[in-house]
């Protein structure tokens, strides 16, 4: 199982980017799936999550109204368009899966302890 991320980089303050997670090894709906980012010295946060590829993902409250998390299945590769960027934005993010769990979409990605595979993130710098 392996999961690559890319599409970060540097953008000014309201600007937009689109991130990029190519999953192989596995299909995306058989999984729980999800965006996650941290900043140094800070706990990793879970920004958006969904199982499967259906239902109604789970967006932290900060970026309710911004973000929209999506997959393409023929791809199999899955999205974060990031709009509206602020500065709070600027993290390394990263795309994770788990086996489905009866965990909800919210409770996915609080617990990213749970998250069996990680990529290795791609940095998203949002200036002012």
């Known amino acids: 199982v392996q999961l690559v991320e890319s599409g970060g980089g540097l953008v000014q303050a309201g600007g937009s980017l689109r991130l990029s997670c190519a999953a192989s090894?596995?299909?995306?709906?058989?999984?729980?799936i999800g965006w996650f980012r941290q900043v140094p010295g800070k706990e990793r946060e879970g920004v958006s999550c969904?199982?499967?590829?259906?239902?109604?993902?789970y967006y932290t409250d900060s970026v309710k109204g911004r973000f929209t998390i999506s997959s393409d299945n023929a791809k199999n590769t899955m999205y974060l368009q990031m709009d509206s960027l602020k500065p709070d934005d600027t993290a390394v993010y990263y795309c994770?899966?788990?086996?489905?769990?009866?965990?909800?979409?919210?409770?996915?990605?609080?617990?990213?302890?749970?998250?069996?595979?990680w990529g290795k993130g791609t940095l998203v710098t949002v200036s002012s």
């Open positions: 090894g596995f299909t995306f709906d058989d999984y729980d």
């Open positions: 969904i199982r499967g590829t259906a239902g109604s993902p």
């Open positions: 994770a899966a788990r086996p489905f769990s009866p965990l909800s979409q919210a409770e996915i990605c609080q617990d990213y302890y749970g998250m069996d595979y």
